[in-house]
Nanobody, 126 residues
Framework: QVQLVESGGGLVQAGGSLRLSCAASGFTFSSYAMGWFRQVPGKEREFVAAISRSGSSTRYPDSVKGRFTISRDNAKNTVYLEMNSLKPEDTALYYC???????????????????WGQGSQVTVSS
């Protein structure tokens, strides 16, 4: 069955770094765009990053651009999220997701993604 398993979350001080990993199985990883989202209680799930099937294209919202980097290793069926200069407002449950890339624009809404992981908690203390 399809599985996406996130790891690497934890507690970090403001200004610090974390690297999230998401191991995929049960589907053809290289055929899917991959994304990262985050969510805090009471708020909608927020887009964080996306990467194309080959890894040649990426997309970020302004809130994380320049601080977060998404990458993937298709040989390992794994997608990563490198997070630097973390801020308390980055505190959230982080999810990885797999979706189809229909156009040249990478998907950025939760409805565009079909498979989801269970999430990894990231807490940034001030």
């Amino acid at each position: 069955q399809v599985q996406l398993v996130e790891s690497g979350g934890g507690l970090v001080q403001a200004g610090g770094s974390l690297r999230l990993s998401c191991a995929a199985s049960g589907f053809t990883f290289s055929s899917y765009a991959m994304g990262w989202f985050r969510q805090v209680p009471g708020k909608e799930r927020e887009f964080v990053a996306a990467i194309s099937r080959s890894g040649s294209s990426t997309r970020y919202p302004d809130s994380v651009k320049g601080r977060f980097t998404i990458s993937r290793d298709n040989a390992k069926n794994t997608v990563y999220l490198e997070m630097n200069s973390l801020k308390p407002e980055d505190t959230a449950l982080y999810y990885c997701a797999a979706g189809f890339q229909i156009s040249t624009i990478l998907p950025s809404t939760p409805g565009d993604y079909h498979y989801w992981g269970q999430g990894s908690q990231v807490t940034v203390s001030s």
